[in-house]
């Protein structure tokens, strides 16, 4: 079987490559200005103008609170169902773990370590495999990623912890659910490279190293690597023109003067 996470994305933009647009701005100046400008109607939209209809992630990741906004450069791991014991002791496991890998790494701080190199506003991207029944982040660890940087998760199963991670500043995370358990359990098996998320309109969207994520009340969405900038500054146009067409409707414009002028709304 060919492991599609691996293969490389093709897309036809329906704009030139040459003509796609790029700006001289760091990572947390793209996040600024998609969290004022955007939402998910005008980022879906403004990809859709570029022929890109298949980066809608599914209608299982859902906020830890209405009103959360996650914007910021995907940083994809690829997680793994472990069979631990549970009549072992957690020091017993802990032992366990601790011998598996002595030789190398524990892989969660390889993750950690490559959130720290990397520049601010990267968002945690967890692929599970499918596995629902743990916690698969808690707060101590969103503790870490953000002193280092991270600006959310995206985790396509659980989290816990979620009453001190409400409390941190901006710290968005998107889930299947919470759990309380952290034990069950799972492993990281790979850190920063293509991984392959629940879709809502195809049933896999491949999430690539670089790519930006963006989600919010509406839902999540992928933004290619190739287009943000573009994305960013289609986003910006679209919400410019929308702010002159809402002044215009507040100050109550006549319906047949609204779709003379604007069109279907």
Known sequence: MIDVSMEKRVHRYTI????????DIDDMERIKRLKKAGYGGNVSDSLWQLG????????RFKALRQGMQLVGRALPIK??????????TPEMNREYM????????????RMMRCVAES?????LCFDCGGDIQPAHFGEMSCQLAYSHGCRGMLIAGNCRDTQYVLKMPDFPIFSFGTAP????????TDVNVPILLPGHLTHYVQVFPGDFIFADNDG????????????????????AKENKQRKALADGMPIDQVYR?????
């Not at 601790?98 to 701080?109: G, I, L, R, V, Y």
């Not at 943000?228 to 500054?233: A, K, N, Q, T, W």
């Open 181 to 188: 358990n952290a034990f069950g359990g799972w492993i990281v």
């Open 52 to 59: 890109v209809c298949d980066t809608v992630l599914s209608q």
């Open 79 to 88: 997680l793994h169902t472990v069979v631990i014991d549970n009549s072992l």
């Open 16 to 23: 030139p490559e040459e003509k796609i647009r790029h700006l």
């Open 261 to 265: 002028e604007f069109g279907v709304l």
């Open 220 to 239: 999540a969405q992928v933004i290619p690597k190739e287009i943000i900038d573009e994305v960013l500054l289609m986003v910006e146009e679209i919400s």
């Open 98 to 109: 601790d011998k598996k890998f002595a030789q190398e790494e524990h892989p969660q701080k």
């Open 119 to 123: 520049k601010p506003g990267s968002v």
